[in-house]
């Protein structure tokens, strides 16, 4: 009961499904149906409306020309005496062709325009479209005509005994028919005529010499001999792909087997500093992967170009093979064109290129001269020289760039503004700090606060000056420690250039040590004997003559200070270092305690605190 219960829910389900799965056919086709009517409603509405633009134009263009003649011929009686009355009737027939010339071109313009929307209905002949047809005759709209005309053309053309020279275009009542014997093929009418802005009887007559020619034309391409030309030309085509296919398998093999017998004189492992990225056997792997996707690639282009050639030879399938054909020549059409239209755009960047590439090398000549001296400017310094020129060639490569961006490809699509608008913020938020050091740079090297070579002082990092670029400062201090400093924080603080001031004093910069000696110890000794230690010091200047100062009298000694003078600033480190060692073996020689750093001694007659060598002496 339960399994009867089951099964009859099961049906009941499914025929709600079929049921419902119906309606919605019935309602796509009614819909469809429907769509497809209201198509049909608006395109006699088209219709009509240029049915009724044409016959009005018809009618304004016949009722002008009956006003004329009626004008014409009473011209033609007005007597030589009544001068003003012809005169009147002249002006009046000219302000009517006035006014037909302007209704003309009114009419052809509105014409034209319905042209740009109107496709008109083709007349076809095996897939061949021999005219399209615009305008109805009586009850018949331009698909019906068209559907008419094109039945009885296939007739012409499917008559054994057809003959062309019965192809006739004859006058009758309002319009020219096109007859073959006693069949009317089509009626050209006044309409016809003038949506193409032609006579009725110039195009009857073009319309028969398409007729002619076409079902000729279709009846010797169909033929028994043509059709065996055609069988032969796809045997052939099969034939020669069959070979190329062939080669194409031949040369692939052929290769391969070279690469792998070549494989150890022209694959070598592929390595960087004992690094090997791929081995001999990788990298043939690769090539070979690479060569079966070449004859892969080729063999489906063979095939490709092979099946649109064979449905080119047959007519019925001419338009296969034409739109096959397409998909391949089409985009390297397109190409080929864009590159021929950019042709004049790509000669304006050249010219642009090379005329800014010599005028940058011509600044750069007159640049390289003021930095060699060969050319002096007032108030321009020569270590000015190349970073003002690096400023000016970025200046000119951004003045070039603007001047090519009209002329790029794309340049005024929206896509190519967004993304660079895009590169532009990328480019701004990421570099900030870059682009501040940039400028400290800038500003440091007009500054010329050192040079290259310069032993300077930075914060609390000395050393000398071996790089100086739009970033970053580099030094090498006594050590051989290199220091990267960036030019932001060189710009923000102080700098010590001991160089400089050695340069521009012939005596020299004065480098300078202190020194704690007893209250015992006079000032005048104590004066010598630092000098004295300070003479004793290789590259300490004699002249000028080192000097001492006293800084402060301490607790427990007297602060001395020795000041002597050096030219060789980048050696400052060794002389104050064999300053101290001279100092000290002075101080011991002569029996002096120095005492800094300072210490508490009891004087009841011990020994003094002095190295026990020189006590003996």
Not at 32 to 47: C, P
Request: charge should be neutral; charged fraction near 20%.
């Amino acid at each position: 009961m339960i399994m009867h219960n089951q099964q009859k829910h099961l049906c009941q389900t499914n025929f709600k499904m079929l049921l419902l799965l119906l309606l919605s056919a019935i309602s796509f086709i009614s819909h469809s149906q429907e769509a497809d009517s209201l198509e049909q409603n608006e395109q006699l509405k088209k219709v009509e409306q240029l049915q009724q633009l044409l016959q009005k134009t018809q009618q304004n263009q016949y009722v002008d020309s009956l006003r004329k003649m009626e004008l014409l011929d009473q011209i033609s009686h007005v007597k030589e005496s009544e001068k003003l009355k012809r005169d009147k009737l002249l002006q009046e027939l000219e302000k009517i062709e006035i006014a037909e010339t302007a209704s003309k071109a009114q009419s052809r313009a509105k014409i034209e325009r319905l042209k740009q929307t109107e496709k008109g209905t083709p007349v076809i002949l095996l897939r061949d479209t021999l005219f399209s047809v615009y305008t109805k005759v009586g009850a018949l709209i331009p698909k019906e005509r068209a559907k008419n005309i094109s039945q009885k053309i296939t007739d012409l053309y499917e008559d054994d005994f057809f003959e062309p020279e019965k192809i006739i275009a004859q006058p009758w009542e309002n319009s020219i028919d096109i007859t073959y014997g006693d069949l009317v093929i089509m009626s050209v009418s006044d309409l016809d005529a003038l949506w193409f802005d032609q006579t009725k009887q110039e195009l009857a007559e073009i319309y028969v010499k398409i007729l002619k020619d076409t079902i000729l034309k279709q009846k010797a391409e169909n033929s028994i001999e043509k059709l065996l030309v055609r069988i032969g030309l796809v045997f052939l085509v099969v034939v020669v792909f069959s070979l190329l296919l062939v080669g194409i398998n031949k040369l692939y093999t052929r290769v391969r087997n070279l690469l792998i017998a070549q494989k150890k004189h022209w694959l070598e492992n592929l390595t960087y500093k004992n690094y090997v990225f791929l081995t001999s056997a990788q990298k043939l792997n690769v090539a070979l992967v690479v060569l079966k996707g070449i004859k892969t690639f080729f063999i489906l282009l063979l095939f490709y170009l092979a099946i649109p050639l064979v449905f080119s030879i047959f007519p019925f399938t001419q338009t296969w093979g034409e739109q096959l054909f397409g998909y391949i020549w089409l985009p390297f059409k397109s190409i080929f064109s864009a590159i021929f239209n950019y042709l004049p755009n790509l000669f304006s960047i050249l010219v642009i290129y090379f005329v800014m590439k010599y005028f940058i090398r011509l600044v750069k000549y007159i640049f390289s001269e003021i930095e060699l001296g060969k050319l002096e400017l007032s108030g321009f310094h020569k270590d000015w020289a190349m970073p003002t020129f690096s400023l000016v060639k970025i200046l000119l490569y951004a003045f070039m760039f603007i001047l090519m961006f009209p002329h790029l490809p794309g340049s005024d699509s929206p896509i190519f503004k967004g993304v660079s608008v895009f590169m532009g913020i990328l480019f701004s938020l990421g570099s900030s700090s870059a682009i501040s050091n940039m400028v400290a740079g800038l500003v440091i090297t007009y500054m010329r606060p050192f040079k290259i070579g310069d032993q300077i002082k930075i914060g609390d990092m000395t050393g000398v000056v071996i790089e100086k670029n739009m970033l970053v400062t580099r030094l090498k201090t006594t050590k051989n420690e290199e220091i990267t400093i960036p030019n932001s924080t060189v710009l923000s603080g102080n700098t010590t250039n001991y160089s400089v001031y050695a340069q521009a004093q012939e005596e020299g910069l004065i480098i300078s040590t202190k020194v704690g000696i007893g209250y015992e110890l006079s000032w005048s000794e104590a004066q010598q004997t630092l000098i004295e230690a300070a003479l004793r010091t290789p590259l300490v200047l004699a002249e000028p003559q080192p000097f001492v100062f006293q800084t402060s009298h301490d607790d427990f000694y007297i602060t001395y200070e020795i000041n002597v003078y050096v030219k060789e600033v980048t050696k400052k480190a060794g002389i104050l270092s064999t300053l101290h060692k001279n100092i000290q073996e002075v101080f011991n020689e002569k029996g002096i305690e120095l005492l800094s750093p300072h210490f508490v001694a009891q004087r009841d007659g011990n020994t003094p605190i002095v190295p026990q060598e020189y006590q003996q002496k």
